[in-house]
């Protein structure tokens, strides 16, 4: 079975993140969102991946995921020129799939169950599609499922104004190779794209079976900023173990990675924290909940539920929470015991008092 993940989106809820890199390769726990999903379909045993990549993703993602090799994969790239929507993607790589069954997965999306339960009860079921579902409090942001007495899937709504159920479409999903003309019968939806619901709907209408694969774990799609610290505090929980870098005259307590070359010094820090290797703290106070990113510095600062990206400084600031600072940006309090919240893009600088 091939995998098929999907970047080719340009993250624009994601904005002003993904005006410099794409969603795909934001940073949550000190690994980018799309090196997860790489990681679970590997440890499912799909080694055979195609990453469908748009004009904006193109050159970055096949920059960081190069030929899969450092994840044990094999990975190609499909090329999606105008960003059309789940099926069309799907559409795009028809030559690349072969006419094989897929692991169809959405490279946005972070679930903590492992793939490889979904891949066997798809081997099991004959001409069948198994969609994973998890139960949400919004489901009206999402693909949506009615499921009939016996647990069958019987209709499929994208983001529905009156939703059947409160189960969510997931971004994995598990497919033969008939739903490759379910694709080419879908007709461009609401928001002007060509929708995966709509297609696996065209293969319920057929008779065909589609199961549901409920997860039991949680589930972050990761289209807006909050979505990204959420994900960042689940990834962040299943941490475990100790320092490993140099610290120097700090207390530490909970789960606290600190990389080789990464230097804490005169910390007080509540795990889960992550620090990539070159980043550098001092004087400060860390977690919990914060990652940061290789070479970011933190001096004199409160930093805590935070995303630090590579090379983002906060300096002299009271407490900065729920904030992801991007690439090289600069957060400068000047001493102020302000709690701030910031959202700056790479490059971006703030300094207050
Ligand atoms: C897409 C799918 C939707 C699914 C969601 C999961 O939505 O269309 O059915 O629930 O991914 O992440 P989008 O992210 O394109 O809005």
Not at 1 to 26: C, D, E, I, N, W
Not at 53 to 72: C, F, I, K, N, W
Not at 107 to 133: H, K
Not at 316 to 323: D, F, K, R, Y
Request: with cysteine; net charge negative.
């Amino acid at each position: 079975m091939k995998g098929l993940v999907l970047a080719g989106g340009s993250g624009t809820r994601l904005r002003p993140f993904t005006y410099s890199q794409p969603k795909h390769l934001l940073p949550v726990g000190g690994k980018a969102i799309i090196d997860y999903g790489i990681e679970a379909l590997a440890a499912a045993g799909i080694r055979e991946l195609g990453v469908v990549v748009g004009m904006e993703t193109d050159g970055p993602l096949r920059q960081h995921l190069a030929d899969g090799s450092r994840y044990g994969v094999d990975i190609d790239y499909v090329f999606q020129p105008q960003p059309r929507g789940l099926a069309h993607a799907v559409l795009c790589a028809e030559e690349y799939l072969a006419g094989e069954p897929f692991f169809l997965f959405l490279g946005d999306n972070l679930l903590q169950d492992p793939l490889g339960e979904m891949v066997r009860e798809f081997i099991r079921t004959e001409r069948g599609s198994v969609i994973a579902l998890k139960e949400v409090p919004n489901p009206s942001d999402y693909g949506v499922a009615q499921l009939d007495e016996q647990g069958r899937v019987v209709r499929l709504v994208e983001k529905p104004a009156h939703p059947p159920s409160a189960l969510a479409v997931v971004g994995a999903y598990a497919f033969g190779p008939e739903i490759m003309d379910a694709c080419k019968r879908v007709r461009p939806s609401n928001r002007g794209e060509l929708e995966i619901t709509d297609a696996i709907q065209s293969l319920i209408d057929d008779g065909r079976p589609v199961l549901p694969h409920r997860l039991r774990g949680w589930w972050k799609d990761t289209g807006k900023a909050e979505h990204l610290l959420e994900a960042n505090e689940c990834v962040l929980d299943e941490l475990r173990g100790m320092a490993e870098g140099e610290t120097v005259d700090c207390q530490l307590s909970g789960a606290v990675h600190v990389a080789p070359g990464a230097r804490l010094e005169k910390c007080v820090v509540h795990g889960p924290v992550v620090v990539a290797k070159g980043a550098h703290a001092q004087g400060s106070h860390l977690g919990p909940y914060v990652s940061l990113g290789p070479e970011a510095q933190v001096v004199d600062s409160r930093v805590l539920h935070s995303i630090l990206m590579d090379g983002a400084q906060a300096s002299q600031v009271g407490a900065l929470t729920h904030s992801i600072l991007g690439r090289r940006s600069r957060a400068v309090g000047k001493g102020s015991t302000r709690t701030v919240s910031l959202l700056l893009g790479d490059d971006g600088h703030v300094q207050f008092e």
